[in-house]
């Protein structure tokens, strides 16, 4: 990334905020003006969140962590396209989710398997609460990859991004209705699963 000595308007004004302060839509601003401190910027605000998105699409750490990699330097090299119709945390995803189909297709042996998110222990649980939630992830994860990749792509979108169906229409491009369908059709398959594992799906995501 080539960045003159001239500093911007957008990038003076970044540099008067704090990182807390600085929204992302003023750091894409400034990232299309050559900014490399507002790209660690928003890389530092949410790599981690595109990293889980992805991961629980590849399954694979070391392709994630290329796909992460490419994300931003996607967004990098096309900031100025930005045109704020969306939040960026939903325009950087939109690129991930390319990113990773392209990646997947690309690497015959690649495939569309989620997985859930790690579970954070909590330093007050006991020897015994850990290994529960660890086995209780270890089932939810088996039972998420048995649905269809749009079905579990629709319960990472609303679960685990906190996307609205609206927000999940417009980020995959398919109908509302259709959104509405998958995602009763992805909760009841996940709960039968769930059951057939011998567990409540309660505790999960439902």
């Known amino acids: 990334m080539q960045i003159g000595h001239t500093q911007s308007s957008s990038a003076i004004k970044l540099n008067k905020a704090s990182s807390s302060e600085a929204s992302d839509e003023s750091l894409i601003r400034s990232m299309a003006d050559g900014d490399k401190r507002a790209f660690k910027m928003l890389y530092a605000r949410h790599h981690v969140r595109i990293f889980r998105f992805v991961m629980r699409l ?7 962590e290329e796909v992460v990699n490419e994300v ?9 396209d930005f045109k704020g119709r969306s939040q960026v945390s939903t325009w950087l995803l939109s690129i991930a989710r390319f990113k990773t189909i392209s990646e997947c297709r690309r690497r015959s042996d690649a495939q569309l398997d989620e997985a859930v998110a790690a579970i954070i222990e909590d330093p ?3 020897a015994t609460i850990t290994i529960e939630k660890r086995e209780r992830s270890d089932i939810l994860q088996r039972c998420l990859a048995k ?3 749009p079905h579990r792509e629709v319960i990472n979108l609303v679960y685990y991004q906190e996307k609205k169906i609206e927000e999940v229409a417009q980020f ?3 109908p509302v209705s259709t959104i509405k369908t998958r995602m009763h059709y992805a909760r009841g398959r996940l709960a039968e699963l769930l ?3 011998g567990v409540d799906g309660a505790w999960a995501i439902i």
């Open 172 to 174: 995959t491009g398919a």
């Open 147 to 149: 649905l269809t990749p």
């Open 72 to 80: 931003f330097l996607e967004a990098w090299r096309h900031a100025d």
């Open 58 to 64: 590849v399954g694979n750490e070391s392709t994630a």
């Open 195 to 197: 059951a057939e594992a």
């Open 124 to 126: 007050s649980d006991t």
